[in-house]
């Protein structure tokens, strides 16, 4: 083969890579869309029943929407206990619930339910073992708080656990919840 003939080649190879891998080549990004809907649906005992939980977002911008519903009641969660929580996974919430309740030194029938959402924590931080939990008594009345497992360094090498009620509409943010409880116990 003549070198005109080689050149020619080498250039047809090398137009045929740029044409073939052109549209390969840009930048590449992967992307998780954002949650739409997750629905759960649990077979809790009597008298709670089916247990059906659904959280939506449809659009940013647009109302959350947390609703659950049982044998006992039908409710959903004021849309501004689902906007303050610090990036929260609903992929991975789940639900509990018992037929009876501790008060005053015994056990008594009285249904409660609660959802346990895990918290990432504001940007640039990593909450672990931390979650909201939203906590619906046999009427439907819902309560809210904050659940967190500290770590404490050595000579301690134990956990202090945050499990303190965070009012839904009160402003405070679940950090300052956690910070408040912690200074009151020193």
Same mark, same amino acid.
């Given at each position: 083969?003549?070198?005109?003939? /080689?050149?020619?080649?080498?250039?047809?190879?090398?137009?045929? $890579?740029?044409?073939? /891998?052109?549209? *390969?080549?840009?930048?590449?990004?992967?992307?998780?869309?954002?949650?739409?809907? !997750?629905?759960?649906?649990?077979?809790?005992?009597?008298?709670? @029943?089916?247990?059906?939980?659904?959280?939506?977002? =449809?659009? !940013?911008?647009?109302? *959350?929407?947390?609703?659950?519903?049982?044998?006992?009641?039908?409710?959903?969660?004021? !849309?501004?206990? /689902?906007?303050?929580?610090?990036?929260?996974?609903?992929?991975? &919430?789940?639900?509990?619930?018992?037929?009876? =309740? &501790?008060?005053?030194?015994?056990?008594?029938?009285?249904?409660?339910?609660?959802?346990? !959402?895990? /918290?990432?924590?504001?940007? @640039?931080?990593?909450?672990?073992?931390?979650?909201?939990? &939203?906590?619906?008594? $046999?009427?439907?009345?819902?309560?809210?708080?904050?659940?967190?497992?500290?770590?404490?360094?050595?000579?301690?090498?134990?956990?202090?656990?945050?499990?303190?009620?965070?009012?839904?509409? =009160?402003?405070? =943010?679940?950090?300052?919840?956690?910070? $408040?409880?912690?200074?009151?116990?020193?």
């Amino acid at each position: 083969m003549t070198t005109h003939g /080689l050149k020619s080649v080498r250039a047809l190879a090398a137009l045929t $890579a740029i044409f073939l /891998l052109g549209p *390969r080549a840009e930048g590449h990004e992967d992307m998780i869309a954002p949650l739409v809907k !997750v629905e759960k649906v649990y077979a809790a005992p009597k008298p709670i @029943g089916h247990l059906r939980v659904v959280y939506t977002c =449809s659009e !940013v911008g647009k109302p *959350r929407i947390l609703l659950l519903e049982c044998d006992l009641f039908r409710r959903t969660a004021p !849309v501004d206990g /689902l906007t303050d929580p610090p990036r929260p996974d609903w992929d991975r &919430f789940g639900a509990a619930s018992s037929a009876t =309740s &501790f008060e005053d030194g015994k056990w008594i029938d009285r249904p409660y339910l609660y959802l346990i !959402v895990p /918290l990432n924590g504001p940007r @640039g931080e990593n909450w672990d073992q931390t979650w909201a939990t &939203f906590h619906f008594n $046999a009427e439907g009345k819902l309560t809210r708080k904050i659940k967190r497992f500290i770590p404490l360094p050595p000579p301690q090498d134990t956990v202090d656990m945050v499990w303190e009620d965070w009012e839904i509409g =009160s402003g405070q =943010s679940a950090q300052s919840v956690i910070e $408040a409880t912690r200074a009151n116990r020193k």
